[in-house]
């Protein structure tokens, strides 16, 4: 379940391995109005569950809500307000540490006040988000390339990027996974 925080970052985030800012990275800009709207989970090639397991809603103030369906029911969360940033030519979100970990029941803390990083891109109507890798994070750290503390217990890997904000950062290789998670604009019908 790695990849849910991965927005949260959200989505897709696990109780094993999570990546965390002291500060936002980049400036908060105003809501990017390709996001704005509801998104399906696009379920990926060879698995058995549906579009859907997962959908956010995005509101033009970039509010977002995210619900999870499990085992036919649907579980349901406080809203958060979704950041957005760009770099080039590149888009992040972030959203609360502290809301991630309440709303994916982290087992791992984190210092609430804390973001979760995710890089987006919409094409048309679909919208591509790419979780943090945290292994390369860590490894990074551990080798003074990136400024943070590294923590592990067990099978739970904690990085902490501290200072910032750290623009540079989003942009040095393997900090994003190759795998994308994948949503699509829900249609009319399927509108909550």
């Not at 770099?87 to 994916?104: I, K, L, P």
Request: charged share 30%; hydrophobic share 40%; with cysteine.
């Amino acid at each position: 379940m790695k990849h849910l925080l991965v927005l949260a970052m959200l989505v897709l985030l696990s109780g094993c391995e999570v990546t965390t800012f002291e500060k936002a990275p980049l400036p908060d800009l105003a809501c990017d109005k390709q996001l704005v709207g509801h998104w399906l989970s696009v379920a990926e090639n060879g698995k058995t569950e549906a579009d859907g397991e997962i959908e956010l809603r995005i509101g033009s103030d970039c509010s977002l809500e995210l619900d999870e369906q499990k085992h036919g029911l649907i579980k349901r969360g406080e809203p958060t307000q979704l950041h957005v940033g760009q770099s080039g030519r590149f888009h992040y979100v972030w959203v609360d540490a502290g809301w991630a970990q309440v709303r994916f029941e982290l087992d791992k803390a984190v210092h609430e006040q804390d973001v979760i990083v995710l890089s987006y891109r919409v094409n048309k109507k679909l919208l591509e988000l790419q979780s943090t890798d945290d292994k390369a994070i860590a490894h990074q750290i551990i080798d003074g390339r990136i400024a943070g503390d590294v923590s592990r217990s067990n099978d739970r890997l904690l990085n902490r990027i501290t200072g910032g904000p750290h623009p540079q950062v989003l942009e040095m290789s393997g900090v994003f996974e190759r795998k994308k998670l994948r949503f699509r604009r829900a249609n009319a019908s399927e509108a909550p």
